[in-house]
């Protein structure tokens, strides 16, 4: 049985709202840029088991006690297990399957499964959901948020890949709980040139606007 605190990793999540989420094809790189965006300020960062080594990531990120690190494009329970055994507290699926969520319960793993329309949402968060990711998030995200808050005030919706540097305050205070950055963030120009100072300085500007953000609410 995993010795995570749930509760704990849940309450962290929803204090720093904004998550780094590293997809790439290289290591190196990943490694790198995920560097800059915690240079950059950023606290909660994952890793899709779809970078090379993404166990490894998740171990090396993981021993920073500053930081909580998640697994990502989880699609099945030996992911889950492997991606908690590696040092993962929060567990991320572009889908919404029962089986994870409830695998994610047996490790204390806060799960944020992937959804769309609000009848996947709802299913989801009776599954044992502890958030729900928009995924994919496309089109005014900020509006989308606010239509399904409305009717379903109780959801806790943190959209992904849909979110920017510039729209994620909209969607902040259209009711989200909180953002993930994916190629906003890591940009394809940044990751191949390896730029990786553009990223940390956009990563900053993120966190000072997210800080601006908190200090009005």
Not at 75 to 89: C, M, R
Not at 160 to 187: H, K, M, W
């Amino acid at each position: 049985m995993s010795t995570l605190n749930k509760d704990q990793t849940l309450q962290t999540i929803l204090d720093h709202r904004v998550s780094a989420i590293m997809r790439s094809n290289s290591r190196a790189s990943a490694h790198s840029a995920m560097r800059a965006a915690q240079a950059g300020g950023f606290r909660l960062l994952e890793f899709t088991l779809t970078t090379p080594d993404a166990f490894g990531l998740i171990a090396e990120f993981s021993a920073d006690a500053d930081l909580t690190i998640g697994a990502g494009t989880v699609l099945t329970i030996e992911d889950a297990k492997k991606a908690v055994d590696a040092g993962a507290s929060f567990l991320v699926s572009p889908i919404a399957d029962p089986e994870i969520i409830s695998e994610a319960q047996r490790l204390n793993a806060v799960m944020i499964p992937g959804c769309v329309t609000p009848n996947e949402m709802v299913m989801a968060q009776r599954a044992g959901a502890d958030l729900i990711k928009y995924f994919p998030a496309n089109g005014n995200v900020a509006e989308y948020v606010r239509s399904i808050m409305g009717p379903l005030p109780t959801l806790r919706i943190f959209p992904t890949s849909g979110a920017t540097p510039e729209n994620f305050i909209d969607i902040l205070n259209a009711g989200a709980v909180g953002v993930g950055f994916v190629r906003s963030l890591f940009t394809d120009d940044d990751m191949k040139n390896e730029y990786y100072a553009s990223i940390e300085k956009r990563a900053a500007k993120i966190i000072e606007d997210l800080n601006n953000w908190r200090g009005r609410h």
